[in-house]
């Protein structure tokens, strides 16, 4: 870091270090992992999205495990984690009336043309590596070049930890408006220094804006007990990614509150599962009703409103 008198100048150059440091593009194929497993679900063009990407190579990458009990076992915790939060996501966007959405990290979800029903306009983001092939997976699959042609849905690539990068997408609101940022998949693989710069672009927006920031990804070490009975699969998100998923964790629910109280928001949680949605996974994958009722109460969604 360079030596400077000014301190503010000191640390935006820290954090650009930071970032720049950050080869968040090893994260991406975890967006396959997530694609894979949401193609036993009844999201729209989940199963052509998983065929098209190939998902099932990253699947063997990453889960693996001394038996095929324990690799069954994480195929059926991915698949419920991952229904359950994209459609809780959803309902929640439903719940507070969202009508103008900027998505991060929206990997190969595609909620923006499934919703372009319901919203003004629609944002999706994410790194270059995986823009591409979301414009790939666009021109393969007519259904949803045809829900774009209502032109409220946009594609742009944008590093959540870079304000520059997420204000070129607002061109896409109505500054008159409340907007929703949501994100799924995300927060567990940035550190809590990553955590607090994500923290305050979202209030930057939401200063600009108004608003509120749903997201599923505030997770305590209870909420990934569950995941950590599987050391092998755990330990290859670790390498592939170079991220500890447990290191990310929050401790408690109170360290969540006040974490991000100190950064200018209230946050306040409900569980996920509202009555509004079904998890369809189970029923095609068999899963036994005692794993589903002991994974599914352990999920929440979170909201955050400026203080
Ligand atoms: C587990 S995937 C989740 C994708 C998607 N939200 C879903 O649920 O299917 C994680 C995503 O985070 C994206 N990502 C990682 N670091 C990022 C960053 N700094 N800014 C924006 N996106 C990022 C990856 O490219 C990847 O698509």
């Not at 790939?136 to 590093?159: C, M, R, W, Y």
């Not at 998949?185 to 305050?200: N, V």
């Not at 209230?266 to 369809?280: H, L």
């Amino acid at each position: 870091m360079k030596k400077n008198d000014d301190s503010k100048t000191c640390v935006a150059e820290s954090n650009e270090q930071l970032i720049a440091s950050g080869d968040y593009n090893r994260i991406s194929p975890t967006a396959k992992l997530i694609a894979y497993t949401r193609q036993f679900s009844d999201i729209p063009f989940a199963k052509e999205i998983a065929n098209i990407t190939n998902s099932q190579e990253v699947l063997q990458k990453l889960i693996t495990g001394s038996d095929q009990k324990s690799i069954t076992e994480q195929l059926h915790f991915f698949s419920i984690f991952a229904e359950s939060r994209y459609k809780s996501t959803m309902s929640t966007i439903k719940r507070f009336n969202i009508k103008q959405v900027l998505e991060f990290a929206s990997g190969l979800s595609f909620r923006g043309p499934i919703m372009s029903d319901d919203i003004d306009s629609y944002v999706e983001t994410d790194l270059p590596g995986i823009m591409d092939i979301k414009f790939d997976i666009i021109s393969k699959i007519p259904e949803i070049k045809k829900q774009l042609e209502k032109g409220n849905v946009f594609f742009h690539t944008a590093n959540a930890l870079v304000y520059e990068e997420i204000e070129k997408t607002l061109i896409h609101f109505n500054p008159n408006m409340h907007i929703g940022i949501v994100h799924e998949g995300l927060l567990m693989y940035l550190t809590m220094k990553e955590k607090e710069i994500m923290a305050q672009n979202c209030r930057k927006l939401l200063d600009k804006f108004g608003g509120v920031w749903i997201t599923p990804d505030l997770r305590t070490k209870v909420e990934m007990e569950k995941l950590n009975k599987y050391p092998s699969g755990i330990e290859n998100i670790k390498v592939l990614t170079g991220r500890d998923f447990n290191k990310n964790c929050f401790e408690s629910d109170e360290e969540i509150v006040e974490f991000y109280y100190n950064l200018g928001f209230d946050a306040k949680y409900v569980p996920q599962v509202d009555g509004s949605y079904e998890i369809t996974c189970s029923k095609n994958l068999n899963i036994p009703t005692e794993f589903l009722n002991e994974l599914l109460p352990k999920f929440r969604i979170w909201t955050l409103l400026l203080r």
